[in-house]
């Protein structure tokens, strides 16, 4: 993901990357101080080497499930989900799950 530094706010600061010792001058980020920052080639390197299993990378498209389901709050039909139901927890249209996080 490439960032237009001309519209980011970065933040002047003097520090070492965590893994290869690289001086870094400025980040997106105000670092807290208690976990290592990388440098830009140390993040891409581990986006690039780490497994995707348990979150998605980004770009890539979401795998998408075609059901015929019931909103189990407004009745409305349900024909696609980013994940398989396993039929063991109510399943919610987008409106009605987004007013439920909402709360």
């Known amino acids: 993901m490439a960032f237009d530094n001309s519209t980011r706010q970065m933040y002047d600061v003097d520090l070492s990357c965590g893994k290869c010792g690289t001086h870094i001058s400025q980040l997106p980020f105000q670092?807290?101080?208690?976990?290592?920052?990388?440098?830009?080639?140390?993040?891409?390197?581990?986006r690039q080497t780490r497994p995707s299993g348990g979150g998605r990378s980004f770009g890539a498209p979401r795998q998408m499930y075609q059901v015929d389901l019931t909103c189990a709050q407004c009745g409305g039909k349900i024909t696609e989900l980013p994940f398989q139901p396993t039929g063991d927890k109510p399943v919610y249209c987008r409106e009605c799950l987004r007013a439920r996080r909402d709360r």
């Not at 920052?37 to 581990?46: H, L």
């Open 31 to 46: 670092p807290s101080g208690d976990r290592p920052v990388y440098c830009n080639e140390c993040n891409r390197a581990y």
